[in-house]
């Protein structure tokens, strides 16, 4: 098999695809459903129900706070019993709703088409690029292979910007996830209309599907769905296994052999748009069958799990629950990611719960759990090597230690994109991620301070605004923006999961014969 890759950096982490073989089944419905309204890239979403409402499944509960934003809908028919504050998978308290389930929780809203008939393009010619558009953005689809950015947006590309194909992400080079690898092999017709669907809104006739090649069964079953239904112009590309090939940069290098510039250019600016692989599947439900996204794939796994899964989970799931599934936490020291061991973060309870961008929950055990001490920096330039995007990590490290912020935004911090390789090949064990995360939000917390528009009071209103370093330097009193707290790894995981719910059916059922108030045409 003829495979590619991206031409800069990169790593082989060992392989942990635990999952690989488990077929995906639907994990039992929450007793109650906590939904952070901060699931997506850009602003909240604002509740549009209150305590006592009665919801439905794809009942929206709340709608996009902007244009870069995502409406949200509820994932169990039930009661809101709060609009107010709840513990978001970050480990902060934000702005959300909780619905609590009433009986089985699973009556759907009538507008959402539950039958198998699987709905192709060609037989729906009302629908425009708009009309997609239109559908995806009101369905409150966001990329789902962890990014969150709303996709709508992502289809509308800006002035004087054209696409020329669309790319989607099969790649999944996380070591242990299996989300999207179940994906292709369980939906692959879903995921091809998912990306006919994307290359007509965006309006181009040439699509590509990369896949590695520690995949052959999904390349095998797309390229044969393709082949038997005569689809010439979408293509299986095979990349050879390397992370993180899985990047939207890294990806388009690969896939079209082109580059993206430096920020502030976008991948529209070689011409592609990339959607994930579990994005275009949600797509094709969204348009084709008026389902909202309340639900997606997710891995639960680890090492020593009794039983590593993967689950159909619906939003507002609780961790605790989920792998409780899997035989509960394994004796000893764990510690519990949201995503995979690249670029996972360690979540402060198991109360937290899956939103739109989960793919995976990671549980690391015993040694694996524990960091190793840091020694002083032995100056090998293994982290150099590594850098997909040609940056020096032990400069960017040591930048962000010291607060040259000044330093940091000339040597283009803002340009990692926290991928980890540099972490993982540091002989030093130096925290080479964690340090640059808090020195890239600082630098673009400077860079957005700068271009954001003076508040009325301020004196003079025209002054450009400064870095701290050039602030503290000039002697003013505060600087101007602050780093925001670094994310504190938790000590104490809270161990106790709720227990355990009926699993539903799998329920199919008629096509609705009205389409709902709210959804577009
Ligand atoms: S890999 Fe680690 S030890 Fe080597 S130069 Fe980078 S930070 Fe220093
Ligand atoms: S985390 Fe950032 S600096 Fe480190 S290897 Fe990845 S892109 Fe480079």
Same mark, same amino acid.
């Given at each position: ?48 129900v209150k305590e006592g409402d009665k919801v439905k499944v794809g009942t929206m509960i709340a709608e996009a706070g902007g244009f870069v934003s995502a409406n949200i809908f509820s994932s169990i028919s039930g009661t809101v019993i709060k609009v107010g504050d709840v513990l978001d998978v970050s480990g902060a308290m934000k702005p959300g709703i909780i619905v609590q389930r009433e009986g089985e929780g699973n009556i759907w809203e009538e507008s959402i088409d539950r039958s198998e008939k699987l709905e ?143 920020? +502030?250019?976008?991948?529209?600016? =070689?011409? @592609?748009?990339?959607?994930?692989? /579990?994005? &275009? $599947?949600?797509?094709? %439900? ?43 936490? +394994?004796?000893?020291?764990?510690? =519990?990611? @949201?995503?995979?061991?690249?670029? /996972?973060? &360690? $979540?402060?309870?198991? %109360? ?170």
């Amino acid at each position: 098999m003829k495979t590619k890759t991206f031409r800069i950096g990169g790593i082989h982490p060992d392989e942990n695809k635990l999952s690989n073989d488990a077929v995906t089944r639907p994990a039992p419905l929450p007793k109650q459903a906590v939904y952070s309204l901060s699931q997506h890239i850009g602003a909240p979403a604002k509740a549009i129900v209150k305590e006592g409402d009665k919801v439905k499944v794809g009942t929206m509960i709340a709608e996009a706070g902007g244009f870069v934003s995502a409406n949200i809908f509820s994932s169990i028919s039930g009661t809101v019993i709060k609009v107010g504050d709840v513990l978001d998978v970050s480990g902060a308290m934000k702005p959300g709703i909780i619905v609590q389930r009433e009986g089985e929780g699973n009556i759907w809203e009538e507008s959402i088409d539950r039958s198998e008939k699987l709905e192709r393009l060609e037989e729906h010619p009302e629908l425009s690029p708009e009309e997609i558009i239109n559908r995806i953005k009101y369905a409150g689809i966001v990329g789902m292979g962890g990014a969150c950015f709303p996709t709508h947006v992502k289809l509308m590309p800006p002035p004087g910007s054209k696409a020329e194909c669309v790319i989607i992400n099969g790649v999944e080079c996380e070591p242990y996830i299996t989300s999207d690898y179940r994906l292709m092999m369980e939906k692959p017709n879903e995921l091809i209309e998912g990306l006919k669907l994307v290359m007509a809104a965006v309006k181009v006739n040439k699509g590509y599907i990369g896949i590695e090649d520690n995949k052959p069964e999904a390349i095998k079953t797309i390229t044969e769905k393709l082949q038997r239904r005569g689809i010439t112009n979408i293509e299986v590309v095979p990349l050879q296994k390397k992370y993180p090939q899985g990047g939207e940069k890294q990806l388009i290098d690969a896939v079209i052999g082109r580059q993206v510039p430096a920020p +502030p250019a976008l991948p529209i600016s =070689v011409g @592609a748009v990339v959607q994930n692989a /579990g994005t &275009a $599947v949600a797509i094709y %439900e969204a348009v084709m069958k008026r389902k909202p996204l309340f639900e997606r794939y997710t891995t639960v796994t680890g090492k020593k799990l009794t039983k590593p899964s993967n689950y159909l989970v619906r939003m507002g799931t609780s961790f605790g629950e989920l792998i409780n599934l899997c035989g509960g936490l +394994p004796e000893g020291d764990n510690k =519990v990611l @949201a995503g995979g061991p690249m670029m /996972g973060r &360690a $979540v402060p309870s198991l %109360e937290v719960t899956v939103g739109k961008g989960q793919n995976s929950i990671t549980i690391l055990s015993g040694d694996d759990a524990k960091r190793k001490e840091p020694q002083p920096c032995i100056r090998c330039a293994k982290c150099v090597s590594v850098c997909p995007m040609g940056l020096e990590p032990f400069l960017l490290a040591k930048g962000t230690i010291m607060e040259k912020w000044d330093l940091m935004e000339k040597e283009d911090i803002t340009t990692c994109i926290e991928c980890g390789s540099c972490q993982f090949t540091c002989p030093a064990h130096r925290p080479l991620l964690d340090d640059i995360r808090k020195g890239k939000a600082t630098v673009m917390g400077i860079i957005r301070s700068r271009t954001a528009p003076a508040p009325a009071a301020a004196k003079p209103a025209a002054a450009p605004a400064k870095s701290n370093a050039s602030a503290e330097k000039s002697g003013d009193k505060k600087p101007m923006w602050t780093a925001p707290k670094p994310f504190i790894e938790p000590t104490d995981i809270d161990f106790s999961g709720p227990k355990q719910n009926p699993i539903p059916e799998i329920i199919t059922g008629p096509k609705p014969a009205v389409i709902p108030a709210g959804w577009p045409k």
